[in-house]
């Protein structure tokens, strides 16, 4: 059973800058592509970045294009998002989902994914 669990998030200023992370446990990690997600206050959950199994291959979500780094360490299990230049409308709940990989995709929608952290909350002050 995969399990996925978000670390970091909480109040940020406006400009400021915020590290997240999500530890797997349960299969093999390098088995698993992997996203970040965000859902806002009576919105849509949406895509912040999503990588294939290896990290090789890494999409953005046009909103946190140039200001947002995701990346995966297949030794400790471990994917990151380091989001700089906050906004206010960053602020959301963050979750990290995984799917089983096939060859070097990259799921951009939140059905392509089978397993979902709990999120983290993090709050971007004005």
């Known amino acids: 059973q995969v399990q996925l669990a978000e670390i970091g998030g909480g109040l940020v200023q406006a400009g400021g800058s915020l590290g997240l992370s999500c530890t797997f446990s349960?299969?093999?990690?390098?088995?698993?592509?992997l996203a970040w997600f965000r859902q806002g206050p009576r919105k849509e959950r949406e895509l912040v970045a999503a990588?294939?199994?290896?990290?090789?291959?890494?999409q953005y979500a046009d909103s946190v294009k140039g200001r947002s780094t995701a990346s995966r360490d297949n030794r400790k299990n471990t994917i990151y998002l380091e989001m700089n230049s906050l906004k206010p409308e960053d602020s959301a709940i963050y979750y990290c989902a995984a799917r089983r990989a096939v060859s070097d995709y990259v799921g951009l929608n939140a059905v392509d994914y089978e397993h979902w952290g709990q999120g983290t909350q993090v709050t971007v002050s004005s």
């Open positions: 990588m294939d199994w290896s990290g090789g291959t890494i």
């Open positions: 349960g299969r093999m990690f390098s088995w698993y592509g």
